[in-house]
């Protein structure tokens, strides 16, 4: 899955992406993202993007030619959700974040000032969510939590026997690849090779706890593991 942000603040996107496990997942090629700048899509040399609301209103708006041209402007886009962030929209769910990762790609419209341009939402947006009854300074921080559940629902075992439980998903120890297990705090390359190699040797971990017997997993890795990790039997 990739993902697309639509967003006035691209460095708001790049840090979140740039470290801990989410720069991991990048590296490993587990997720794949796109930073898009409206304001390159502007149309003028002052790269103005808001105006007066269409049809009246207080405040300012984000207009809707830069942002449907933001849109346009990626490759297969017709065939991926577009999701605008708003309060206004349905509340988030786990549910709803399962749904989302059947998609092939998810693109977010990350509002600002008093919102977007009505036309935008009504013909271009396919859903319109809202993470919360709280006011936010804009939607970047909403869309980077409903692109987590549908990234972990893709990681996901059918079977699961040792998990490591993120928020909406899951990384199963036994079946992942060496690029998923770098996704755990404090565990390289190196030791994910280490791991796999010790799971092909002795068979599946029958708890999280046994991760200690893969050489060079120290006991501080291991409970590092366990703040995000329940061991659960298998289905």
Known sequence: MKYYFLTLFPGLIHQYFGDSMMKRAVDSGVVDYEVIDI?????????????????GGAGMVMAAPPIAAALKSIEGGAHYPVIHLSPGGRTFTQQEGEALSEAEGLIFICGHYEGIDERVIEALADEEISIGD???TGGELAALVVELPPL????RPATPQAYFSHPGGYLDINTANAAELELIEGVGPVKAQRIVEYREAHGPFASVEELALVDGISQKTVLAAKEMAVALPPE
């Open 39 to 55: 304001r390159d899509y502007s149309g003028n040399k002052h790269k103005k993007v808001d105006d007066y609301p269409y049809g």
């Open 134 to 136: 709280y006011v936010l």
């Open 152 to 155: 972990y629902q893709n990681v």
